[in-house]
């Protein structure tokens, strides 16, 4: 099983940013999908964004266009940038690993284990 693990949370500012990172502890094939989830207290998990890995296929959702990239970095590394932050982007943070190019979490099968990302407005 793959194992994840998703850094670079913190406290900032509302309008300021922040990069997430995703590191697998293997390489990341082309035919893989790297997501980002989040949820707030309270709240179900959320999609945030995919990536088709070899083909660099995107997709977002709408809460996040144009504010947030996902993107590749070396062959085991995903990266989530963060630009434009806003109070409701406040929530636990997380990076996925599977095979279908999905928003639905359940279609998910590796996980890490979550970064808090706090906006203050």
């Known amino acids: 099983q793959v194992q994840l693990e998703d850094t670079g949370g913190g406290l900032v500012q509302a309008g300021g940013s922040l990069r997430l990172s995703c590191a697998t502890s293997g390489r990341i094939f082309s035919s893989a999908v790297m997501a980002w989830f989040r949820q707030a207290p309270g709240k179900e998990r959320e999609f945030v964004a995919a990536m088709r890995w070899g083909v660099q296929r995107t997709m977002y959702a709408d809460s996040v266009k144009g504010r947030f990239t996902i993107s590749r970095g070396n062959a085991n590394t995903a990266y989530l940038q963060m630009n434009s932050l806003k109070y409701d982007d406040t929530a636990l943070y997380f990076c996925?690993?599977?095979?279908?190019?999905?928003?639905?979490?359940?279609?998910?099968?590796?996980w890490g284990q979550g970064t808090q990302v706090t906006v203050s407005s």
């Open positions: 996925a690993r599977g095979t279908d190019f999905t928003s639905t979490p359940t279609q998910y099968r590796d």
